[in-house]
């Protein structure tokens, strides 16, 4: 994009920069650190596709320094503009190369080629920003692990195929953190959780 004519794409981002990146960077850690729990992300506004939640994320987590990918649907002029020019993050054409990347349902299906980190630097997997129409309403499955006290009962509204995809690129310590995203509300996943099936909740 012509970064001359960049500036008609632009939207305001927080009322308050410092003060609603703090408190939505909170939320964010509050909702990974209680795998399965609905936490209040509402600061900043819808941006084109991206919901309030979505673009809070966006805002709160990603600089000069976390390359991100996009998903087709969110790959527009003005969501390109407002995060290079609020965020200062480069967007990568390549998976491999994203720290982040902006997903919609549509591309939950198949999770390869994003780095799920190594034994020796884990920290340097990418991290999914998921952006659903609701956070409930799908199959109720149990979660188990840090931050959760036994089981949660979680029912995100993605197919089979995301979890079996998360399977195949989880070797913990290495793995893939999410943030699934819908209208003022996020909900996180770290690869410490272990999603469970039913023959596994009676085991």
Known sequence: MNAVNSSQWLQPAFNDPVLDAQASFRSALKAL???GSVQPLARALALDKLAP??????????DG???????????????RANLSFHCGCPIVSQREDALFALLDESELADLSRFE??????PDQSCTLLIQLPSLVGGPSLSWRG???QELRQVDL???DSFWQQRTARSAFPRG?????????????????TQVLNISQEHA
């Not at 799920?116 to 630097?121: A, L």
């Open 157 to 159: 509204p993605v197919a």
């Open 65 to 79: 320094d976390t390359p991100l990918w996009l998903a087709p649907h969110f790959d527009s002029p003005v969501v």
């Open 53 to 62: 939640a979505t673009y809070a994320l966006c805002l709160a987590f990603l």
């Open 116 to 121: 799920h980190g190594s034994e020796r630097y």
């Open 33 to 35: 650190a209680e795998p």
């Open 176 to 192: 893939l953190d999410a943030f699934f995203a819908a209208q003022q509300q996020v909900l996180g996943l770290p690869r410490s």
């Open 146 to 148: 840090p931050g959760i």
